[in-house]
């Protein structure tokens, strides 16, 4: 397993391991565009590679600062392909997440993760996450 940053040039090679957790997504281009948009502020995107060198699991996240955590490094997408699930991708991943967390002096990571995420949720606790909050949103029109 080797944890590699993806950057402009290769942002691609994690389309279709990303569309497993945001569907939506509709082509590697507006992908790369959409990430190219959130580079500007500050999002980063490292990517866990199988034995092949191929895109297993991807994680994407920022640095933030607010009053209620002070500086943390945010986790806006972390997933892995189906097929690579159970391997240890995931977990490689947060624990380099937590590495470049210390690297910058962040007091945390945080992330959001859907209600229906049952293993996910298992393996966030499992890696000392806790569940401090409810999180709310609303859409606008």
């Known amino acids: 397993m080797n944890i590699i940053e993806l950057d402009d040039e290769n942002t691609a090679l994690a389309f279709d ?12 281009e507006d992908f790369v565009a959409a990430v190219r948009v959130q580079r500007k502020e500050g999002y980063r ?10 895109v297993a699991a991807v994680a994407g996240f920022r640095p933030l600062t607010n009053l209620y955590a002070g500086s943390h490094l ?12 159970r391997q240890g991708h995931a977990g490689a991943l947060l624990r380099w997440v937590d590495e470049e967390a210390r690297r910058l002096g962040c007091a945390g990571v945080h992330l959001d993760s859907g209600t229906h995420r049952h293993d996910a ?13 409810f999180h709310f949103s609303k859409v606008v029109d």
């Open 45 to 54: 995107l490292v990517a866990s590679l199988d034995a092949r060198g191929a």
């Open 17 to 28: 391991t990303m569309r497993e957790l945001r569907p939506h997504l509709t082509s590697a």
């Open 74 to 85: 945010y986790i806006d997408d972390l997933t892995t392909l189906s097929s690579a699930r």
């Open 121 to 133: 949720h298992r393996l966030y606790l499992g890696s000392g996450y806790v569940i401090p909050a």
